[in-house]
């Protein structure tokens, strides 16, 4: 994968679940219930989202076609 | 023994560990080296970096203002969540790139950072002391969180000025004596400490004042609907204002002068490793909020001067807690105050000395700037405490008034390393009319259209006039210029 393309694709994984998690389109979870593992339905769907999106993004880091070659591990 | 004594003596306890591995810390080190008191020799690990970056983010606010929100608003409290989880992202892919030009051009500063690419002096000068300003108001939320806590803590016996003196006053000791590294390892002990307290004490709060977290926000649901949700009847915020005080927030985080000068002492891999493993920290927020929504319908509003001491109070009062709890919970918010502190002071200290003096006298030896630059630890240190004293409004207000001035540099930091076209006259007129705009709005008029937050408002008129004076004023192309675009 090539750097720009990374990028691009990095840039998409983390913007649409932003814009979920503002409005207009947190309207769709904009509500107290259901109640799901304690949590009020918007909360837990803000935790949802947010545990997504780092998976999005850890699974990404494996194809970074910058971090073969840098130098500085630690 | 009374609660209070066992609440101070543990306090204290915290305090005096906090200063030994803060001075440890920074010991063996060549002590009289510029870049080691700067950027730690641009050497920092994954470990300490990770915790560098948590305790900024994890302040006094956090642990008293988050609560209070909850308590007071409900949801616009899930704000806080979002921006801490989001805001760190954009780092991944300019975090790497500001590292390397910082390495190149032998960066310590966001100061630094804009006078080289626009080649303007009078910008790094400008853009030195809003740093200088917005760091102050920051720091001064964290000194009155560290004397609200010995306060309420101690039952009043501990004094404001003198909460404030005992931990700041450590902070500047460990940082005028270690630098970047004394701080980070601080950071690393503070950040433990808060995210087990929060933790423990968040969900014990829950239980005890409720069955289950699920009849707690049951009840809250049947009671007040709107509580829990945003812009419908009975919400205390509305979609327009929600939605942009988490975009300047997110906007915002990452324009922090200090952000600047951790990229400059990390690799780029440890980073992007960073950013990886961040959410963690706002998944540490959770509790913090439960505790609010706990104390929701339990304490009188009328009782506290503010929603920021729900937390303490419900410790101290509501539930007659033992002392040692008292203890624990004073240690963590100082840990989160103390450590968001540290790094804030490293690094207001650098953008006067580095950013504004060394470009104003110029022929200064490393060995001079360095002296100046310990010397200037206390002086910052110094005029925070004395704002924080005789000063005083409210936790969030101070913090969210901060980060209005700071989100003004997001236009120009996004055109150096992305937009060939942008000048130094071009930033300056947007930073200038944003940063006043921002003022006006947030401190002078009662209002801003539609709910819009202060800072988007200036943002708006900032990206706007930066493009249209750029454009105007064309420069020719430099070297630099070219090596911001393409590191």
Redesign the interface.
């Given at each position: 994968m090539s750097k720009k393309k990374f990028?691009t694709i990095?840039?998409l994984v983390?913007t649409i679940p932003?814009l979920l998690?503002?409005?207009?389109l947190?309207?769709i979870a904009?509500?107290?219930?259901p109640?799901i593992m304690?949590?009020?339905f918007?909360?837990f769907y803000?935790?949802l989202v947010?545990?997504i999106?780092?998976s999005g993004?850890?699974i990404l880091?494996k194809f970074?076609p910058?971090?073969q070659f840098?130098?500085?591990?630690? | 023994m009374e609660h209070w004594q066992i609440a101070l003596i543990i306090m204290i306890g915290y305090l005096i560990i906090a200063l030994v591995v803060g001075v440890w810390a920074g010991k063996g080190r060549d002590s009289g080296s510029l870049d080691e008191f700067a950027v730690a020799g641009g050497?920092l690990?994954?470990i300490v970096m990770w915790f560098l970056m948590g305790g900024a983010v994890f302040s006094a606010f956090s642990f008293l203002g988050a609560p209070g929100w909850a308590y007071e608003k409900g949801?616009p409290a899930?704000y806080i969540?979002?921006y801490t989880?989001?805001a760190i992202?954009?780092w991944?892919?300019i975090g790497?790139k500001i590292s390397r030009i910082g390495k190149k051009f032998n960066l310590y500063t966001l100061s630094s950072f804009f006078r080289i690419r626009y080649k303007s002096k009078t910008l790094g000068i400008i853009v030195g002391l809003l740093a200088l300003l917005a760091s102050i108001q920051y720091l001064a939320t964290q000194l009155t969180g560290m004397a609200h806590i010995f306060n309420i803590m101690t039952e009043g016996r501990i004094p404001f000025w003198l909460g404030a003196l005992l931990a700041y006053g450590i902070v500047v000791i460990y940082v005028a004596t270690g630098g970047l590294r004394a701080a980070a390892w601080s950071d690393v002990f503070q950040g433990l400490l808060m995210i087990i307290i929060s933790w423990v004490v968040g969900i014990a709060i829950v239980n005890q004042l409720h069955d289950?977290?699920?009849v707690m926000?049951?009840n809250?649901?049947t009671e007040n609907?709107g509580?829990?949700?945003?812009?419908?009847e009975g919400s205390a915020m509305g979609?327009?204002p929600?939605?942009t005080t988490?975009?300047v927030s997110?906007i915002g985080f990452l324009m922090w002068p200090h952000l600047f000068t951790k990229s400059y002492a990390s690799?780029?891999?440890?980073i992007?490793k960073t950013?990886?493993v961040y959410?963690i920290f706002?998944?540490f927020l959770?509790p913090l909020?439960l505790v609010g929504f706990a104390a929701k319908g339990i304490v009188d509003a009328n009782l506290i001067e503010s929603a920021d001491q729900v937390l303490p109070f419900l410790i101290t009062t509501v539930m007659n807690l033992p002392g040692w709890v008292y203890g624990l919970v004073g240690a963590g918010a100082l840990a989160a105050a103390m450590s968001s502190a540290d790094a804030i002071t490293h690094n207001a200290t650098l953008e006067t000395t580095d950013g504004v003096i060394r470009t104003i006298f110029k022929d200064l030896s490393d060995k001079t700037v360095l002296k100046i630059m310990r010397i200037g630890v206390f002086g910052i240190g110094g005029l925070a405490y004395i704002i924080t004293i005789f000063g005083g409004q409210g936790l969030i207000v101070l913090l969210l008034g901060a980060y209005g001035a700071i989100v003004q540099f997001a236009p120009g930091v996004y055109s150096a390393l992305y937009w060939r076209g942008a000048t130094a006259k071009g930033v300056i007129s947007g930073l200038v009319v944003g940063a006043i705009l921002n003022f006006y709005f947030q401190l002078v008029a009662d209002t801003t259209p539609l709910g819009i937050h202060a800072g988007i408002i200036g943002l708006i008129a900032n990206v706007v006039i930066m493009i249209v004076v750029s454009l105007l004023t064309k420069s020719d192309r430099s070297e630099e210029e070219d090596t911001y675009i393409r590191s």
């Open positions: 990028t990095y840039i983390v932003f998690l503002i409005f207009p947190f309207e904009n509500r107290a219930t109640i304690g949590l009020p918007s909360f803000i935790i947010i545990l999106t780092f993004v850890l880091y970074d910058d971090h840098e130098e500085g591990d630690e | 050497k690990g994954l949801a899930y969540i979002i989880a989001f992202l954009p991944y892919i790497p289950s977290m699920g926000f049951t809250i649901a609907p509580f829990l949700q945003i812009g419908k979609t327009i929600f939605t988490i975009l997110v690799s780029p891999k440890v992007k950013v990886l959410p706002a998944l959770v909020l």
